[in-house]
DNA sequence: ACCCAGGTGGCCC
DNA sequence: GGGCCACATGGG
């Protein structure tokens, strides 16, 4: 119980610092929450930047609807999402996914989501494409359910300041949700922000100077940097 | 000339 | 259940 509570306490802090240092993120950027869906499909390793070519592309095509991806030719969707990169498995996963949504909820994603938490995740599992954590990005960003999404930045952060080490998706995604208030708003931003903290400080080499959490992570203290 | 991106699935052992 | 690998574009 005591365990809990110092746990509790030092993931908050860990939240405030990254906060504090990057502000808020305003994520995820849509103006709609399908996409949100096709930008969470879209980014699989992938950089934003290119993201945001390929969704303006679907824009100024007036493609960015589901029914539409779902009866487009796969050679024009191709095209559209060419910079985002991967564009021919992620072109025929998108559509299979649209189709899919098309086809058991009449494209309709009130529907879709107006269900049960874990019934949702492990349809979403069930789609070619959609792995634990764009399942995840879509429940937290365009469902808006309390799901802790888990990215490598998350497992390298967890490391380096100890307060975790695992590797499971699983194992690591009930940890932040067993020691987190349960608040949507919270899990959005604190995965925006450990994204933020990826890009900018925990890349492959340490480089801690000027990292938020150089004080509670294991490179940040002495020898490195 | 590398290395990396807001991962996933397939194949092998 | 883990360790590789392909997938593709664009930026540092």
Partial sequence: MCNLVITMSKLMNIYKKLLKHFGRQH?????????????????????????EKAILNLK???MLNNKKIA?????KLES?????GFYKQKSERLKKFCKYLD????????????????????????LNGIGNETADSILLYAGEKLKFVVDAYTVRMCERTGI????KYDELQSFFEKNLPKN??????FHALIVELGKNFCRRKPECDGCPLKDVCKYGSSSHN
């Fill in 27 to 51: 994520w995820w950027p849509a103006e709609t929450r399908f996409e949100v869906i096709v930008g969470a499909i879209l980014t699989q390793n992938t950089s934003w930047k290119n993201v």
């Fill in 60 to 62: 100024k095509e007036k």
């Fill in 71 to 75: 009866n487009v030719d796969i050679r």
């Fill in 80 to 84: 559209l999402i060419q910079p985002s």
């Fill in 103 to 126: 086809r058991n909820y009449n494209s309709d994603l009130n529907k879709f989501f107006n269900r049960n938490t874990d019934e949702i995740r492990n349809e979403l599992l069930s």
């Fill in 164 to 167: 975790k080490n695992a590797k």
């Fill in 184 to 189: 949507i708003k919270l899990y959005k931003e």
